[in-house]
């Protein structure tokens, strides 16, 4: 294993199909500072060509040359969308990039990127449902229930393909280090059993009635596909995964 925490998910920095125009970037490894300390994350966005060309992209990760000369072949980015106040990072680079973009905020990211100094302009704000521009090949909602933040999560239509940030999470053991194996382990988020992690679910604390109205969405949507910002991803058997992974939200309050 080299020698850094995680194994990446090579290659990365380049576009692979899900599905027809649908597609995941690999990024690299990022640290976010959580429990004392700063833990690796892998990152994951994904690209949607719209019924009209336009490029739709979810969680931007860091755009380089190679990467953005595969996007411009795909077709013209439209839109730039941050799913919950902790997956904006890139969003900035790209807006400069393509200036004719939209960016999208999801709810608390405006505030969340002026306390940490980060300069990022937003266009416009994600609400409950999805509007125009995609409104025919994106359904959308926003998971409500948490203290600490709401996620905004997308159903691509044309592939059954549920879009999440991080009320998955699904790190695998081979790919990490045996320091981190145990604590990965211990909030919750390991391969084969990843679910939301367990510092965002105690947020969920006597609101779960908000937080399963959205889980019962997502199951309405019937999602064959669920791709995930952080670890393993699941090309089939969307349905099962989600009751797998949501069956804290049965226990109460």
Not at 41 to 63: I, Y
Not at 155 to 182: C, G, M, Y
Not at 215 to 220: G, K
Request: overall charge neutral.
């Amino acid at each position: 294993m080299p020698n850094q925490p995680l194994d990446l998910y090579n290659p990365i920095n380049t576009l692979k199909p899900v599905d027809d125009d649908i597609w995941i970037g690999d990024g690299p490894i990022v640290g976010m500072a959580m429990y004392g300390t700063s833990i690796p994350f892998t990152t994951r966005m994904t690209v949607v060509r719209l019924n009209g060309g336009g490029l739709w992209c979810h969680s931007p990760t860091a755009l380089t040359p190679a990467l953005k000369a595969e996007i411009d072949r795909l077709g013209p980015v439209e839109h730039l969308v941050s799913p919950n106040k902790i997956h904006y990072a890139h969003i900035q680079s790209w807006a400069e990039a393509y200036p004719s973009a939209t960016a999208w905020a999801s709810p608390g990211v405006r505030e969340r990127a002026a306390s940490q100094h980060i300069p990022v302009t937003f266009q416009a704000d994600l609400a409950e449902s999805p509007p125009p521009p995609w409104a025919t090949d994106i359904d959308q909602l926003i998971f409500r229930g948490s203290r600490y933040m709401d996620e905004v999560v997308f159903f691509h239509r044309q592939s059954k393909t549920l879009l999440l940030a991080d009320l998955i999470e699904n790190f695998e053991p081979r790919k990490v280090t045996q320091s981190l194996r145990w604590l990965l382990s211990l909030v919750g988020v390991a391969d084969p059993d990843g679910k939301t992690p367990i510092d965002l679910r105690l947020t969920f604390w006597g609101r779960k009635a908000q937080a399963r109205a959205g889980y019962e969405q997502m199951l309405a949507w019937a999602p064959e596909k669920i791709i995930l910002a952080h670890g393993r991803w699941y090309p089939q058997n969307g349905v099962a995964e989600l009751k797998r992974a949501f069956r804290w939200l049965k226990t109460s309050p």
